[in-house]
Every structure is written in structure tokens, then in C-alpha cells.
């Protein structure tokens, strides 16, 4: 683990896989932030195969504060953060992605705001890439599913209990909570962050001054450039995203919020159920509730390893946590998409 130095307040950690094409805006935006001589920059890439590692290093030649650090593998936004963070210098860490960037005072106002409040974490406002829509601002609570909840339109969460994509946290926090569940590999990364950090006592606190840009699945989803214009998603990412919610809740819940693993698998079981309907493909229908429920049963002695660690962090229980169970469905904007766009195309890849 590198050591501190004081002079960097932000070490930003972008994980990168045959993300070539974003590079260049995401980075140049953080060497252009308003305190940029304080920011580290980590470009951690997982084994790129078009271009991506020769288009970081040419990007960062010179900047004496940026690192091109090779991860060895495809090991996912969850690993490669954290080899990031391993050799990261900054007071705090910003876990990033390329289909961003960030407008020239973001990564001070979460700073200055993360200081003054003296919480452990903070969140962004999100909004979508090529413009000032907005895209997400966070959840407040979760819901009877164990999803995020995110507030009414135009409000802002109040408390913030989970970050709406990238967690920008105190290094020395990120490293006691554990770092990120590289078992996740990607997708529900920010929620089992979260839960760790509010049961062990910490704060996460809402910065809506701190304004991202961000394109979003870019991966799975690349028609129509800087704005998605169809309705596609992967089986992959189908698999890891209920999978994942599923450890969220058998990881991190004490004991009474353990009854979320009912409707969260009922809801997982009636994902596939309609897709078999809609699709007519029982591969499919398995691959995106079937499968996510054989694999988190197969992941019990992990769970059961991740308790022990909870618990030596717990400074609340699930009583306390109730106060965050939200009315709503978290998923409500998927639905939407749903009827605006209709059933997605499913490729096999992230």
C-alpha cells in the first residue's frame, strides 16, 4: 500500500477496457480541474485488446502525477480499483470511469464538501453526456427488493444512502471497509460499499454542486454515440446484476433485513419468467434468474467469510437500517425504459 503524500488530495482511479474513444475527454477534464496540480491519476487497464493501453499512455506522457498501471487480466471494475487504490497516494480516492467527464470544479467541491462535513464518502450529481440532463442523483434508501431508492424528481437525497455510480472516499476508510467485493466483479459495487460504510458508523453525504457527465453502458449499449438510442443489454450483465443484489443483502444484513432475500429472489425468478414469455428463449430466461441464484448459493462460504468481516466493522444493526427502507420500487426507470423502448436486445458480453 503506497504511503500518503500531502500534497495530493485526490488520487482518481479510471479503469479502462477497450475504452479508447472516451479517453481523451475523461482525461482531459481531469487535467483540467480547478485543483488539479492535487489530483493523482491511475489508469488501470484490464488487459485491453484495441488500442486502449498505447491511446492512456500517449494521454498521460509527461503528467508527473499520472500512472498507466497495466492490471494482467480482464479483472473487472472491482479488482482493478482496487490494485489502483494499492499504489494510490491521494488522501481520498475517486473510482472512475472512461464514458465521463467531469466540469472543472467537480473534484472540489467534492473535496472541500467531504472535509467540512468530515464524511467518509460523497456522491455526485450525474447527469447525461452531452448535455444537462439529469441522469441520476443517488438513492436515499432501498426498497422492499433491496434495491436504491432514489427521491422524487427534482429533489435531492436526503440523506445520501447510496452514490449514483462512481464513490469518491477516503483512502483510509475504502482500505478498513475492505476495499470492493472483487467477487462482484462489476455492477451492485456501490450499494455493498454503501451498506458497509453506514453499519460500520460512517457518512455518506450528497454534493450536487459536484456535476458529472456520464454516457452509461457504453459497453453493452454502444448505438448512437454520446446518447444511447436503443434498448440493449448482455446476459452477463443480467447474471452479475441480480446476482450481486442478492450478496448486497446476505453479506451486509443483520439479521431482521435478511427477510429482503425473499422478494428480491421472487423478483429475480419474475425476471426470467418474463423474459422466457417475451423472448420464447429458456437459455436466456436461465441465464438471467436461474443462474444468478445457483451462483449466489454457490458463494455461501464467501458470504459467510464477509459476515465475519461486517461484523467487525458493525456499529449498527438492521433496526437502525430500517430508517432507510424506502416506499417505491427501485427499478421503476428500468420499467420505463421497458415500455418507451421495449424488450432489449441481448448480447452474450459486457
Known sequence: MSPQDPDIWISVIIVCHNDGAWLPRCVESIRTQSIAPHIELILADNASGDGTDQIARTLIAGW????????????????????GADVAR????????????????????????????????AGTLMLEYDDNTVQARGSHG????????????????HPLFCIAGFYFIRKDVFVRMGKL???????????????????????????????VHHRG????????????????????????ANRNYLLVIAKNCQHVLLLLLLPCTL????????????SRSGTLARDVSLRPLAAAWRLRTHIRNQRRHIRTL???GDFHMLRFLRPGFGRSAEIRTLLRRGFPRFTRNL
Open 181 to 211: 467485493d472483487e467477487t462482484f466483479f462489476m455492477y451492485g459495487e456501490e450499494m455493498d460499499l454503501s451498506w458497509r460504510l453506514w453499519i460500520s458508523g460512517e457518512r455518506v453525504v450528497p454534493v450536487m454542486t459536484a456535476r
Open 64 to 83: 508527473h502525477n499520472a500512472l498507466f498501471l497495466p492490471t494482467g487480466g480482464d479483472l473487472g471494475f472491482c479488482a482493478a480499483h482496487n490494485r
Open 314 to 316: 458493525r456499529r449498527h
Open 217 to 240: 453502458a457504453a459497453g453493452v449499449n454502444p448505438a448512437g454515440g454520446m446518447r444511447a438510442v436503443e434498448h440493449r443489454t448482455s446476459t452477463q450483465k443480467r447474471f452479475l
Open 142 to 157: 432501498f426498497d422492499l427488493f433491496g434495491n436504491p431508492v432514489s427521491p422524487r424528481r427534482g429533489r435531492d437525497p
Open 267 to 278: 423478483l429475480i425468478l419474475l425476471e426470467g419468467l418474463l423474459t422466457l414469455l417475451i
Open 90 to 121: 491521494g488522501r481520498y480516492l475517486y473510482l472512475f470511469s472512461p464514458d465521463t467527464w467531469l466540469e472543472p470544479d467537480c473534484l472540489e467541491q467534492l473535496y472541500t464538501t467531504a472535509e467540512r462535513e468530515q464524511a467518509a464518502a
